[in-house]
């Protein structure tokens, strides 16, 4: 796998952890009643999510420039 592709790989890994932990965070002030840190929870986890969806499609055209469509 081409360094460029692993680092995406990387990122995205890192990405889908902050998204989870995110995630945790608004179930636990949604259960409390706090729904405004629940909601600021959410979206942030939702930003994560997208930024691992892009490193995941830039690994994908990484190893596709390296590799070719085989």
């Known amino acids: 796998m081409s360094k460029k592709a692993a680092e995406h790989h990387k990122k995205a890994a890192e990405h889908h952890t902050h998204a989870a932990h995110h995630h945790g965070e608004a179930a636990k002030h949604h259960g409390s009643g706090q729904?405004?840190?629940?909601?600021?929870?959410a979206?942030?986890?939702?930003?994560h999510a997208l930024?691992?969806?892009?490193h995941s499609e830039e690994?994908?055209?990484?190893h596709m420039e390296e590799h070719g469509k085989k």
């Open 43 to 47: 979206h942030t986890a939702r930003g």
């Open 35 to 41: 729904h405004e840190k629940a909601a600021h929870h």
């Open 59 to 62: 690994a994908s055209k990484a």
């Open 51 to 54: 930024q691992a969806r892009d």
